[in-house]
């Protein structure tokens, strides 16, 4: 496998039909870091976080209209009329739905024309760890704008800055219910207990900061730490959404709400955090973002992403080291990356997911743009629908989970397909050699050759297994 083929596939998106190969792999990379668009037009085209909390919360009332409505006997009314009653907000909802599939497109149709493949990738691979899935219905409209608000602009800053950027984002605070967690004694807590209801606190969000975005699983803390960090994120909430002045705030924006706040001091992994009100949950973030662990769990991530379901030991170390050094610098962690010799193995050990395979092969097949609906479906039938993990640790990263002979059936039918739309194919034997550098095998080469038509070359290319590896 040449290096070009290494850096195009493993480290980009897959080569485009038009792009020649890299002379220099690695200064191509590289200087992808200075070049990168944090919001190209499709992006900077969409509504922006405030506009959709505004309907969200909009859909909150009108849902609790409907409740109030149908606690309520109605008087007598014809069937159009009660149809229109009974279903308040049905055209807010549809207006989130409306606002996913916008950014489902504007994310597929940034990563089929980019000229900075490794930093969307990045990118994508941020957005992974910090996963949401919208198969919650408060992160529907809002996964993409965690992807474009919070991780975009700070992909290539320090881990620390991503790090606060997405737990602060209104996306991430609804989504791990970090917005309604209340401590017991703070001033709504102890109002609420004195009226009889049950208000408390939600561990979800510190949970899975310590589990999935710093420590990792299983390494330094315990459950006490976890408790201990839950009662130091009260307050964190999102403006807009409450009905008490105080949680009106910004609209649509993070929020410290100083009632909802636990009191008091807190010990964290044998560290103590003064009464500090909103900054004593950053002053946790900061230290666990620089925390060994960490560094050792983001290192992991990445060999594996980048390398092998496996990944040798000496890249993940060399990747530690990077992150301990420069004090959790991404550019410096990157650039070790690139410059790791484990990186550029030869054999394409790393199966492609299926959002990996889906614009690899669009990109080889010149298609430049897709309609919203059109790519939030592509997605869905290779069965990884954008931003719908299904649970906070995101999508696996390893080929098990995506291998199937269904899975590999579903490939197949959509690179029929994209070949099947592309109007003026280019020729598939020149296209392979240009996909693929030094590196195509004399089987894929003869399949192409023997096609009986050009789109038949270009779905057989797309379908074999140069392009279902990296």
Known sequence: MSAARIALNRFGLGARDDEAPPSDPHRWLTDQLARFAIRPAPIAALPGTPALVALLADLREARQERRAATATPEPAMNGELRTATAMPGAGLGRGLRQAYLAAVGARTNVA????????????????????????KQVSIGLAGALEFEAIRPHVLGSFADLLGAVERHPAMLLYLDQAQSI?????????????GRQRGLNENLAREIMELHTLGVRTVYTQADVTEFARALTGWTVGGLGRLPFLRGTQGGFLYA???????????????????GEEQAQAVLADLAAHPATARHIATKLARHFSADDPPPTLVARLEQAFLTSRGDLPTVYRALVAAPEGWDETAAKFRTPWDWGIAAMRA???????????????????????????????????????????????????????????TPADPRALAEKLFPGALAETTRTAIQRAESPAQGLALLLASPEMMRR
């Open 183 to 195: 401590g017991p004694d703070s001033p709504l807590g102890q109002r609420a207990a004195r009226n």
């Open 258 to 276: 100083p009632p909802l706040h636990e009191p008091g001091a807190r010990a964290i992994m044998g560290k103590r955090y003064g009464e500090d």
């Open 365 to 423: 097949a010149g298609v430049r743009h897709l309609e919203d609906r059109a790519a939030a479906g592509a997605f869905v039938q290779l069965g990884q629908a954008v931003w719908k993990p299904g649970s906070p640790a995101g999508w696996d990263d390893i080929a098990a989970s995506w291998a199937g002979p269904d899975a590999l059936v579903r490939r197949v039918e959509l690179a029929d397909r994209i070949a099947g739309r592309v109007t």
């Open 112 to 135: 089929l024309v980019s000229e900075t493949p490794f930093v969307e990738r990045l990118v994508h691979f941020w957005a992974n760890h910090f996963a949401v899935s919208v198969d």
